[in-house]
């Protein structure tokens, strides 16, 4: 089975960095993907990690460790355009379906 | 130009009808999918189709039908809906069934 946590709601403020926290218990493991979903619109992908480390793209990083079953999304230079739910999906290495977390959404205030 | 379109994009019905709700990209990608949401925030794939082939098929009630006429088209037909099927409906696309999901806007299923 698979059990994806992270946190239900993160308040941050506008300039600042947030640290998006992902815990997942899986039989197996082939990639752990973090998407973007504005209230009411499509989730959108942001970034990739099957091996241990950081992923930077821009003012988003993602960390992956494999041996802890735990990954991060941090976000930099908070904009008010980045309040979102961030939503954590590890994929199956048996048929690649993706399991996602409940997500987290973010909340930046000026 | 849409990657993936979906329509409708809202849906009101009454219990007991049948339903589509249709899907297109014009990635040029190989593997579709659908996936629901529900009103928990959710997301929980249904059905996966690669090279129009079902790859992946949830445990979802028989009232759940995809079917993929080609490569680029991926429909959901539900039969005699229920209230526990209102839910937002999302159809993705990926390049293949290991690269990233790229998402339709969503349908949103109401029964009423």
């Known amino acids: 089975g698979q059990n994806i946590d992270q946190p239900t709601e993160m308040t941050a403020t506008e300039g600042a960095i947030v640290q998006i926290n992902c815990t997942y218990q899986?039989?197996?493991?082939?990639?752990l993907f973090w998407y973007q979903q504005h209230a009411g619109e499509a989730p959108t992908f942001l970034s990739y990690?099957?091996?241990?480390g950081l992923e930077e793209k821009g003012r988003f990083s993602s960390f992956l460790s494999r041996s802890k079953g735990y990954s991060y999304l941090l976000l930099k230079e908070l904009q008010m355009k980045d309040s979102a739910s961030y939503l954590c999906?590890?994929?199956?290495?048996?048929?690649?379906?993706?399991?996602f977390g409940a997500g987290t959404t973010v909340t930046v205030r000026a | 130009d849409t990657a993936v379109s979906q329509t409708p994009k809202y849906l009101v019905t009454q219990m007991g009808n049948d339903k589509s709700i249709k899907c297109e990209q014009n990635?040029?990608?190989?593997?579709m999918y659908w996936y629901k949401q529900d009103s928990k925030k959710f997301l929980k794939i249904m059905f996966s189709?690669?090279?129009?082939?079902?790859?992946i098929n949830e445990t979802v009630p028989n009232r759940f039908s995809p079917k993929s006429p080609d490569k680029a088209h991926l429909n959901l037909h539900i039969n005699s809906l229920e209230l526990g099927d209102s839910a937002v409906y999302f159809c993705?696309?990926?390049?293949?069934?290991?690269?990233?999901?790229?998402f339709g806007q969503g349908t949103r299923l109401t029964v009423v």
């Open positions: 993705a696309s990926s390049q293949d069934p290991k690269a990233e999901a790229f």
């Open positions: 899986t039989s197996g493991f082939n990639g």
């Open positions: 990690n099957v091996l241990d």
């Open positions: 999906a590890v994929r199956d290495p048996n048929d690649y379906k993706l399991s």
């Open positions: 990635l040029g990608h190989d593997t």
């Open positions: 189709y690669n090279n129009k082939e079902l790859i």
